[in-house]
């Protein structure tokens, strides 16, 4: 088992260009995270998946949108890059929502020029 | 200020000695779970407790919630250069407004000198 995948793993962009990262899992888990991660900030909660066909906001939600293909796949976009948002991006997944355990993917470090 | 406080933000022990990091919120726990982190790498987990008083152990690393669940520590035994990295707490927190929010700490650099 992979668990979870990210790609790309490094990215440069110019501010208001768009990308999109990518997201998998195969340990048929329900429920998807996306986090970024900032010096002395810990990690932060942008959009979350309960289950297949819904999507909610996490604490930093604006600047993204997210797209829940189908059970294994979430994806994060950035329509327009700001440099506010270079950070590390973490995609997790859990079997369900509360207290289940967290698995997360390698990151994808994102640098907005 | 941070819902979940690690202490101390950074480390430097020397090969085979004891160490203990700290998780502190105010508020009650439900679910406390430890990670580590290797730079560039992503967060891999290590335990969970969720019973006030429970302790876990796994290799030499041993995790404790107090009894109040407001407090965890993690105290690794004879460490070693491969304990080396980034940990952090993370937790669900009481009152929290968020499906599955988990609330982390900033994390404890750890250094090991050989």
């Known amino acids: 088992n992979a668990g979870v995948t990210q790609t790309p793993k490094f990215q440069v962009l110019k501010t208001g260009q768009s990308m999109t990262l990518q997201c998998a899992q195969d340990?048929?888990?329900?429920?998807m995270y996306w986090y970024r991660q900032d010096p002395g900030m810990g990690l932060r909660l942008i959009y979350y998946s309960a289950s297949e066909g819904t999507t909610d906001k996490g604490e930093v939600p604006n600047g993204y949108n997210v797209s829940r293909l189908n059970k294994r796949e979430f994806s994060l976009r950035l329509e327009s890059a700001a440099p506010s948002q270079t950070s590390v991006y973490f995609c997790?997944?859990?079997?369900?929502?509360?207290?289940?355990?967290?698995?997360f993917g390698p990151g994808t470090r994102l640098t907005v020029l | 200020s941070q819902e979940l406080e690690q202490s101390p933000q950074s480390l430097i022990v020397q090969e085979g000695k004891n160490l203990t990091i700290n998780c502190t919120s105010s508020k009650t726990l439900y679910g406390l779970y430890w990670y580590k982190q290797k730079y560039g790498e992503g967060l891999i987990f290590l335990m969970m407790l969720q019973k006030g008083g429970e302790e876990k152990s796994h290799e030499k690393i041993t995790a404790k919630l107090d009894e109040k669940k407001q407090q965890s520590s993690l105290h690794i035994t004879a460490s070693q250069p491969s304990h080396a990295g980034i940990y952090l707490c993370g937790a669900f927190l009481a009152g929290g407004t968020s499906y599955g929010k988990l609330t982390f700490g900033q994390g404890t650099i750890l250094t090991v000198h050989p």
């Open positions: 340990m048929n888990h329900n429920s």
């Open positions: 997790a997944s859990s079997e369900t929502g509360f207290t289940d355990t967290q698995y």
